[in-house]
């Protein structure tokens, strides 16, 4: 896999999501599923994901960019398969440009956990700048 140039901040940090990396076409990053991602019910909140699907997802479509130009996420979806783990296991995000043109671009991700199964899908709607 190849290294991104990529902007870590508070998120990146708090959430644990390790930097992306590119491996052709594809970018993948990942996050343990720890006690960080739970809400006041003490569960895993499937939006603790957005960190995670946004760098994925969004540096897949700086891939797929015109030169010079830069991807702001214009939309995002999530859609769970199952609960999220809270077991200290690491979820993997892999994602892909499905579409780019002059205006923009659409990826998918998926979100597996250690044992390769599928815990989510989600899709990203991205502008060019």
């Known amino acids: 896999m190849t290294d991104l140039i990529t902007v870590e901040g508070g998120p990146e940090r708090f959430f644990r999501v390790s930097r992306p990396a590119a491996d052709g076409e594809m970018i993948a990053s990942s996050l343990p599923a720890g006690p960080w991602l739970n809400?006041?019910?003490?569960?895993?909140?499937?939006?603790?994901?957005?960190?995670?699907?946004?760098?994925?997802?969004?540096?897949?479509?700086?891939?797929?960019?015109?030169?010079?130009?830069?991807?702001?996420?214009?939309?995002?979806?999530?859609d769970l398969m199952r609960p999220l783990p809270s077991d200290?296991?690491?979820?993997?995000?892999?994602?892909?440009?499905?579409?780019?043109?002059?205006?923009?671009?659409?990826?998918?991700?998926?979100?597996?956990?250690?044992?390769?199964?599928?815990?989510?899908v989600c899709t990203q709607h991205g502008r060019w700048l």
């Open 39 to 78: 809400g006041p019910s003490g569960r895993p909140l499937a939006g603790a994901l957005g960190v995670l699907i946004d760098n994925v997802a969004g540096y897949v479509l700086v891939l797929g960019r015109p030169p010079g130009g830069w991807s702001v996420s214009a939309e995002i979806t999530l």
């Open 88 to 120: 200290g296991s690491v979820l993997t995000a892999r994602g892909v440009v499905r579409h780019a043109d002059d205006v923009g671009g659409f990826a998918s991700a998926s979100i597996t956990d250690a044992a390769g199964g599928l815990v989510a």
